[in-house]
Each structure stands twice: as structure tokens, then as C-alpha cells.
């Protein structure tokens, strides 16, 4: 009887995956799915998703009853830690009666494929809450202008509420009324997002390596500095340079940065900066924001590679973004017992301490720099380019 129940009638449960364009790497995707039930009969569900390997998820069970001729729908979420191709297996539904002696197996949409892109949803929020006032409640800064950072835009007639201090006496003798000098906010200056692809960049932090980080800021960073009506620009390295794009104020090219970051990955190799420095000599030829992600364990690496740091920082303004070890902060944090927790617990202080006496180092040779944990990279790099802006360094 059960078996009747459940056969006589050709294709009564209908499943639909409903898979986007592209994933946003590090962040939860929801992935929908819609169940009819074309029996005339409540029936109960079991629905078995066959997740892409990267997940390493084998145990995806979902339950539901339906009523009669009943459109279910639910979603689930899931969090890509790589870039690249996601394939999806068969969506299997299990279907019973109330008599749930037999069941009755469905298999729908194998083999679909998503492509997990950086976090274009942490770009999203961010370019929200640039048009909102409520950038403090995400950490970003509201800086105080320093001094005049504007350029002149054009003469105009004085009124009521202008600056006594932009009056134009030559202007005002010719037309024997006050005229004033318009300003508006410095636009269209050139920021070049560069990004270490060396193994220094392979370490992993909350499953995600610190590049993806690094490339999900140059993302979002990218989006701010456009709607700022800067130019922006990308260039990636290790030993050879890989990828170069110039810096174009254009809101459309935001689709070719995301585009270039899809498929940039780590190397095993140490980077060489003597190249870096060639290819921007040759390349950039105007003064430009240069953001460098790249990352330093000991005080020593920093200081094979300060010369060349040096040489870049005399014709741009450069800035320098250091990841924190978070790792170390948990033991930093606990309680010694014994003689070995001592000894770890001096180690990771030590490293600690050098992290800061990298910035000194910077610092004393004008060369700006961004330490930072990996989660709040993006916050941070935004703060500094804010800051940049309003104090009219570049």
C-alpha cells in the first residue's frame, strides 16, 4: 500500500536550488530552496544537499512535513574561505507517507557551478554606510579637516555666509562688488592598491590566508576612494610583477578590479621589492597613494627591504599595512603556570613588541603604515585614506 502511495503518480515532488551568479568570499551566502508537493496526501520530506568539497560538509539533513499541493521554502547559509569554482552535486529528496514504511527518492539539478568572488558584500556595506551617518558605529572615523586641502573651482558673487578670507580683491575692483574664490575637495588623485602575493601572505587567519583579506579591502577600499572621485589602481607582486592596472576614476572600473582579484593566489616564493620599485618608477609617473599589503614576522625582514621602501616613499606617499598575529593575544593574555607557558608567553610578547617596533622603524623615515588585526583590515584602511584626505598629505 505504501508503495502504491508513493509511485503511482509521475514526478509529484518538484525541487528547485536556487544558486546566484557568484558567491562573496568570507561572508554568509543564503542559498534558497523551493519544494512542491503535488501529492494528494501530507507527506514528509527529507531533503540531502550535495554541498561543494570546499565545505567539507557531509552532513546536510533538512525535515519537513507538506501538506497537499504545498510550495515549501527554505534556505540555508553557507561561508566560502577561497576564491574559485564551487560545484553543487545532486539535490536529493527523500519522501515518505503516513504510513512511512517505504521511501521514495527525487534527484534534481547536478552539477551547478558558482564562482566565489571577494567579499563584494563587505564592499556593499561599506559603500552603505558611506552615504549613512552612521560610519562610528562601524568603527570608521569622523577626521577633522586640517588646514586648506581644496582646489580652486571658480570666482562667484559674495553672499551672506561666505568666508571673508576667499574674497577676491582683484576680481571685486573689476565688477565693484565683493566676489569671492569657490573651492571644492581635491578629485581625481591617484591610489594604487598593491598587494604581496609571497608566501608571507599564506598565513591563515579564521580559515581565510591573509591576501584574501588584503584583496577583499583592496575591494571595498577601491569602491570608497571612486565615490570620493579619486582615481584608483591595483598592482599585485612577488618576484615578477603579475598584474598591473593603471589608476582610472571611472565607477564601471570597479568591475575590471573585481575581475583582476578573482584569480590572484600566493606564492611560495619571497617578493622582490627591488621589482616593485622599478615597475612603479617606470609605470606610476604622478605622485600617488600607495597602499601596500604585504606583512613582516621579525624586525629584520623589515629593514632587508626598508631601502627600497625609502626610494618609493620619496615620490609617493606611501603606506605600509602590517598585520597583527591575533593568535599570540590568547596566550599574551592567559595566566603563566609553569616554567614552559613563561617561556611561550615571553615569546609571543616579544613578537608582539616587534610588530610595534616595525611602525617606529617606519615612522622615522617618513613612511606611513597600518598596524592592524585581519578582521578589522578594511575599517582600518579606510580610517587611514580618510585621514590622508582630510590632512591634505597627498
Known amino acids: 500500500m505504501d508503495v502504491l502511495l508513493l509511485y503511482r503518480i509521475k514526478n509529484p515532488i518538484k525541487a528547485r536550488r536556487l544558486l546566484p551568479d557568484k558567491f562573496s568570499n568570507s561572508d554568509d551566502n543564503p542559498v534558497p530552496i523551493s519544494i512542491t508537493n503535488h501529492y494528494p496526501f501530507k507527506t514528509e520530506i527529507s531533503v540531502i544537499d550535495e554541498l561543494p568539497v570546499q565545505f ?14 504545498e510550495i ?34 527525487f534527484k534534481f539539478q547536478n552539477e551547478q557551478m558558482v564562482a566565489v568572488y571577494p567579499s563584494f558584500i563587505q ?52 565688477t565693484g562688488h565683493l566676489m569671492v574664490n569657490q573651492f571644492q575637495d581635491e578629485k581625481s588623485q591617484p591610489i594604487y592598491s598593491i598587494i604581496d602575493t ?24 577601491s569602491n570608497v576612494a571612486l565615490k570620493k572621485h579619486d582615481k584608483v589602481g591595483m598592482l599585485t607582486f612577488s618576484k615578477t610583477v603579475d ?25 611560495f616564493t619571497d617578493s622582490d621589492y627591488g621589482i616593485l620599485y622599478a615597475q612603479l618608477k617606470r609605470k606610476v ?22 631601502p627600497y621602501l625609502q626610494a618609493i616613499s620619496k615620490k ?19 595566566d603563566a603556570e609553569d616554567l614552559q607557558a613563561i617561556y611561550h608567553k615571553t615569546i609571543a610578547e616579544k613578537f608582539a613588541f616587534e610588530k610595534r617596533l616595525m611602525v617606529k622603524e617606519l615612522q ?19 580610517n587611514k585614506y580618510l585621514e590622508i584626505k582630510a590632512r591634505g598629505l597627498l
Not at 123 to 145: H, P, V
Not at 199 to 218: C, E, H, Q, W
Request: charged letters at 25%.
Open 56 to 69: 567539507q560538509k557531509r552532513d546536510f539533513n533538512y525535515i519537513a512535513k507538506l501538506q497537499p499541493n
Open 198 to 221: 609571497g608566501r608571507v601572505m599564506k598565513m591563515p587567519f579564521n580559515g581565510l590566508k591573509l591576501l584574501d583579506y588584503a584583496i577583499n579591502s583592496t575591494l571595498a577600499f
Open 364 to 382: 622615522k623615515y617618513g613612511i606611513q603604515s597600518i598596524l592592524t588585526a585581519p578582521e578589522k583590515l578594511t575599517i582600518n584602511t579606510i
Open 285 to 306: 609617473t604622478h605622485r600617488s597613494l600607495l597602499l601596500l599589503y604585504t606583512n613582516f614576522e621579525h624586525i629584520s625582514a623589515l629593514k632587508r627591504q626598508l
Open 123 to 174: 564592499m556593499q556595506k561599506y559603500d552603505f554606510l558611506a552615504m549613512s551617518n552612521n560610519l562610528t558605529e562601524f568603527g570608521l572615523k569622523k577626521i577633522r579637516k586640517i588646514g586648506n586641502t581644496s582646489e580652486f573651482e571658480q570666482i562667484k558673487n559674495y553672499v551672506q555666509g561666505d568666508d571673508f578670507r576667499t574674497v577676491n580683491w582683484k576680481a571685486t575692483a573689476k
Open 243 to 267: 598584474s598591473f592596472l593603471p589608476a582610472i576614476q571611472k565607477l564601471t572600473y570597479l568591475n575590471t578590479i573585481l575581475e583582476r582579484l578573482y584569480n590572484i593566489d600566493t606564492q
Open 72 to 105: 515549501h521554502e527554505f534556505s540555508y547559509k553557507v561561508r566560502p574561505v577561497e576564491r574559485g569554482e564551487y560545484r553543487f552535486g545532486f539535490l536529493n529528496v527523500f519522501c515518505s507517507s503516513a504510513l512511512n514504511i517505504v521511501k521514495r527518492k
Open 316 to 334: 609617493h606617499l606611501l603606506v605600509v599595512v602590517i598585520f597583527e598575529n591575533t593568535e599570540l593575544d590568547a596566550l599574551i593574555a592567559e
